[in-house]
């Protein structure tokens, strides 16, 4: 009976190795990439109760078959196939989703037979999804996550156009080596620097200053530059054997701000803490021994910016050397809660966790 199993188990795995071979082979020779489809909820899955709901609708409704059925033109440009990861709005979006979507996708990346993963989200939180997997992903192939402003059931819904131009993406051998991307509204961004500029309009997604890095015309990515930091297989990071992140917070900062939420962050367990200071940093008089107090207590403190752009440049509005602060260069509050947490993963030296913050 034995013999009779192995025997099984060795045609079935002579049939995987055949159509990984020939799907490598398809793809080689010109003919159609496999693109993969991980759903995670958003308004790109959204429903409205009218053609005419465009907020105050239901994100996260639609499971990934019917976004896949609803443009029949995916079957064009790519062998497509879908999973559904989660079914959420991305604004509950969490470390532990973040970590399951991280080893699934490089999960289905190892795998000769996959070209390129596309990641359908909801757009409030796309920005950090995209961001922690260009420093987690292990592959040079594409992953593209995309989203949509409009619920599927809207007139003119930017969703089917967006998700179409994300798969010719994701299938693109121009894509290959970019880092993570998000692609909506005909424009392909670095995961590092795009962020969501306007709450409704479906022009929303763009990386001010720094640039996008092209466009989606006649169906095809036209790529003008690339990211300079480091991405997917050139980080150190390498969150497939963990179970959790490490607790880091934001504070923000603004006019009459005291010490509260910093201390009542650090209470909570937070072993980061990134502070979204006003201008290029800078520490409110009554906040600063907050932020000393907690360093003292070992939370690593990274001073960030409210503004958004521009770099907070370390030593310029806080004496960091003295204090032991890290400063997140040009990355965005979010963001730079993203990178500390991946950095304490690794280690709790300030300089090396500033180093991070200078090559990724
Ligand atoms: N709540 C928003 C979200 O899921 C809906 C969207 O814009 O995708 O991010």
Do not use: C
Not at 98 to 104: D, I, N, P, S
Not at 287 to 297: H, I, M, T, Y
Request: charged share 20%; proline share 4%.
């Amino acid at each position: 009976m034995s013999y009779l199993k192995s025997a099984r188990a060795l045609l079935a795995l002579f049939g995987l190795v055949a159509a990984m071979a020939a799907a490598q082979a398809q793809t080689a020779a010109g003919k159609l990439p496999n693109v993969t489809i991980l759903a995670t909820g958003g308004t790109i899955a959204g429903s409205g109760a009218t053609t005419t709901t465009t907020v105050g609708y239901t994100a996260a409704t639609v499971g990934v078959d019917a976004l896949i059925k609803a443009v029949p033109e995916l079957q064009k440009v790519a062998h497509v196939s879908g999973e559904q990861v989660f079914q959420i709005a991305s604004e509950n979006m969490g470390n532990d989703n973040w970590l399951v979507l991280a080893r699934r996708v490089n999960a289905l990346l190892a795998r000769p037979d996959v070209d390129g993963i596309v990641i359908t989200h909801g757009t409030d939180t796309i920005e950090e999804t995209a961001y922690f997997l260009n420093l987690v992903v292990k592959s040079r192939k594409p992953v593209v996550v995309v989203g949509a402003m409009r619920p599927s059931t809207a007139i003119s819904a930017d969703g089917p156009i967006n998700l179409y131009n994300a798969v010719l993406t994701a299938g693109s051998q121009d894509a290959v080596g970019k880092g993570v991307l998000v692609v909506m509204n005909d424009q392909i961004n670095a995961a590092r620097e795009v962020t969501k500029t306007n709450t409704t309009t479906t022009d929303t997604f763009k990386s001010p200053e720094l640039g996008m890095l092209g466009y989606i015309v006649d169906n095809k990515p036209h790529f003008y530059r690339a990211s300079t930091r480091k991405h997917t297989v050139d980080t150190e990071f390498d969150v497939s054997k963990l179970d959790t992140l490490p607790q880091v917070d934001i504070a923000y900062a603004y006019a009459n701000v005291g010490p509260a939420a910093v201390n009542a962050l650090v209470a909570a367990g937070a072993r980061g803490l990134v502070h979204a200071g006003v201008g290029d940093g800078s520490l409110p008089a009554k906040v600063r021994p907050a932020l000393s107090s907690a360093r003292e207590k070992g939370v690593v403190i990274v001073r960030a910016s409210r503004v958004g752009q521009g770099i907070v440049a370390r030593n310029g509005e806080a004496n960091d050397d003295q204090l032991d602060f890290v400063v997140a260069d040009t990355l965005n509050p979010q963001k730079a809660r993203i990178l500390l947490m991946l950095a304490l993963t690794r280690t709790g030296s300030t300089k090396e966790i500033q180093r991070m913050f200078y090559t990724y």
